[in-house]
């Protein structure tokens, strides 16, 4: 069955660092997502990416955050100078059509800045 | 954000029992309703979902009700099998104002007893 793939599995970085969390959805999707969990908060969308530009952004998505998809499969979010609060388990997610449709998730990055 | 909201934090069934999760929202322009259920160490994974057009849908062992007049909707597993175990969260979009982002609950931990 195909799936959403995401890596790393686990990220840690030093803050004020640079990181490129990198995902593959799933091949004949066309809506990406990224959303991340903080420990013990709800799952909270980030972003969402169609032809190859954002259609929606959350008020978590500053200037700090960017994605990209480099290639006909990898699709990927930069975090530019991470800061502690960063810290998280970031989902990538895929869907096929933008409404009415189930979102599929990755396994999830967990990314932890000190 | 509390437009989903899920109040029980948790839930315990035995085997072959039913079980219900509940889920109540605040958005009246939420539109599709979806449930996802979720592992430790894994994204969540969907299960079901409904259009705000119907008031029941049903997929094998699992149904989800909506009640659009209470914003409230249920998904009910019946019988309840250990490997159910699980975090449940309930999850809805509204298409008009929010294209496919997915607002999620807090999340229910379903354990279902032998």
């Known amino acids: 069955e195909p799936e959403v793939t995401q890596t790393p599995s686990h990220q840690v970085t030093q803050m004020g660092q640079e990181v490129i969390l990198r995902c593959v959805p799933i091949?004949?999707?066309?809506?990406f997502y990224w959303y991340r969990q903080i420990l013990g908060q709800k799952v909270e969308f980030l972003v969402s990416?169609?032809?190859?530009?954002?259609?929606?952004k959350s008020e978590i998505f500053d200037d700090q955050f960017s994605v990209e998809r480099p290639d006909g499969s990898n699709f990927t979010l930069k975090i530019r100078s991470t800061k502690l609060e960063d810290s998280a388990m970031y989902f990538c997610?895929?869907?096929?059509?933008?409404?009415?449709?189930?979102?599929?998730f990755g396994q999830g990055t967990r990314l932890t800045v000190v | 954000d509390q437009q989903v909201k899920q109040n029980s934090p948790s839930l315990s069934v035995q085997e072959g029992r039913i079980s219900i999760l509940n889920c109540d929202y605040t958005?009246?322009?939420?539109?599709?309703f979806l449930w996802y259920k979720k592992y430790p160490a894994e994204g969540p994974t969907f299960l079901i979902s409904?259009?705000?057009?119907?008031d029941k849908n049903e997929d094998g062992r699992f149904t989800v009700f909506l009640n659009k007049s209470a914003k409230h909707l249920s998904l009910h597993i019946v019988p309840s099998q250990p490997g159910d175990s699980a975090v449940y969260f309930c999850?809805?979009?509204?298409?008009?104002?929010?294209?496919?982002?997915?607002?999620f609950g807090e999340g229910t931990q379903l354990t279902v007893n032998p």
């Open positions: 997610a895929s869907s096929k059509t933008e409404v009415n449709t189930e979102a599929f």
């Open positions: 091949s004949n999707h066309l809506y």
């Open positions: 990416f169609y032809n190859n530009e954002i259609s929606e």
């Open positions: 958005n009246s322009m939420f539109d599709y």
């Open positions: 409904i259009s705000s057009i119907k």
């Open positions: 999850a809805a979009s509204a298409r008009e104002t929010s294209g496919s982002r997915l607002t």
